[in-house]
């Protein structure tokens, strides 16, 4: 008996600890065009989105320094589900070599949905577009999380979201129905320039560093005008 009850502890230890997945067999998987979903797992490696075998030269110029630029973009032709996820290496839709002047990007053709995840490390969707479902609801972020100049086909969900250090949403401009509902950012909260259109839900939502609201708009009105007639 008390060895059948030493087994049934061990096996659910052995249940408790995370599987971890590479993130380049995720990659392999988007390749294949196979849907990714996955929960409870841990995700080792750069999870790198840009260096999909569809990526494709989508600009190359000279600037008027005659310093020659290039940007490469790659494309998820398959929906992404992750929950209770968590990402060990950086997560990267974009990134920017300087030496070389050039820019990789990742853009999304279906849903991407993370929930309850929590990002480690770097998570980089500078210009990403996301053209079906996005959520990032419940998430953690450790790191800033940068969503510069993204653009949604549909309001995203950032509810509940921790941003440990602070968020970059500088330029981004969010559809109807986008919410923040109670997110906690700490650090720098950068909306500057952005548009937002109703309605927006962002009760419950908590600023414990700093924030730039500076020329941020919603529905074409000072997004500091929209709050007092809201709250009137």
Do not use: W
């Not at 990267?92 to 990007?105: M, P, S, V």
């Not at 086909?153 to 509940?160: Q, R």
């Not at 937002?196 to 009105?221: H, I, W």
């Amino acid at each position: 008996m008390k060895q059948i009850l030493t087994i049934f502890l061990c096996l659910i230890a052995a249940a408790a600890v995370a599987q971890t997945i590479k993130a380049s067999d995720i990659i392999k998987q988007i390749n294949e065009g196979r849907m990714v979903e996955y929960s409870n797992v841990e995700i080792e490696g750069d999870f790198d989105l840009t260096n999909l075998e569809n990526r494709r030269p989508v600009h190359s110029a000279t600037n008027r320094f005659n310093d020659d630029f290039a940007t490469y973009e790659s494309t998820v032709e398959v929906s992404l589900n992750f929950t209770n996820c968590t990402f060990l290496g950086n997560v990267l839709a974009y990134y920017h070599i300087d030496r070389k002047n050039e820019t990789y990007l990742a853009h999304f053709e279906k849903d991407a949905v993370f929930k309850n995840c929590i990002f480690k490390n770097a998570s980089e969707f500078k210009y990403s577009e996301f053209n079906g479902v996005a959520t990032f609801a419940g998430c953690t972020f450790n790191d800033v999380a940068n969503f510069k100049y993204a653009e949604f086909s549909s309001g995203p969900s950032f509810s509940n979201v921790k941003f440990e250090s602070g968020a970059d949403f500088k330029y981004t401009d969010f559809p109807r129905e986008t919410s923040f509902e109670k997110a906690t950012f700490r650090g720098l909260a950068n909306f500057k320039y952005s548009k937002f259109r109703s309605p927006l839900k962002m009760d419950g939502v908590a600023f414990n560093g700093s924030e730039d609201f500076k020329y941020t708009q919603v529905d074409g009105q000072d997004f500091t005008s929209y709050l007092l007639d809201k709250s009137r």
